[in-house]
């Protein structure tokens, strides 16, 4: 079981840049995703996620009307739009999934994350 990060790159200011994270080896459509971001010295924090149910989000409130976390469950794939990033966005951003199907809908606890991703980098320049 993989899940593979991808889309990220380096952009100015105010640039706009999607995210892609798509899953290999099962189904992750009874799971939820999201998305996590480490930034250099900083522990790992959470970022955006999108429960198995239709239409349930969570964001961080550092990137609430930014960022847009969706899914296409038939290509078992996850994005995270960002919009108007900051020097502060600059991080290697994870995606994830719980260990168990149907559970932690909001990923909020970080102990019972099963999957991550391999991570994708992302720079914001001034």
């Known amino acids: 079981v993989q899940l593979q990060a991808s889309g990220g790159g380096l952009v100015h200011t105010g640039a706009s840049l999607r995210l892609s994270c798509a899953a290999f080896g099962r189904s992750f459509r009874d799971y939820s995703m999201g998305w996590f971001r480490q930034s250099p010295g900083k522990e790992r924090e959470y970022v955006a996620a999108?429960?198995?149910?239709?239409?349930?989000?969570k964001y961080d409130e550092s990137v609430k009307g930014r960022f847009t976390i969706s899914r296409d469950k038939a290509k078992n794939s996850i994005y995270l739009q960002m919009d108007s990033l900051k020097p502060e966005d600059t991080a290697v951003y994870y995606c994830a999934a719980p260990r168990y199907s149907g559970s932690d809908p909001y990923l909020e606890d970080m102990r019972e994350i099963g999957y991550w991703g391999q991570g994708t980098e992302l720079t914001v320049s001034s």
């Open positions: 999108i429960s198995w149910q239709p239409g349930y989000t």
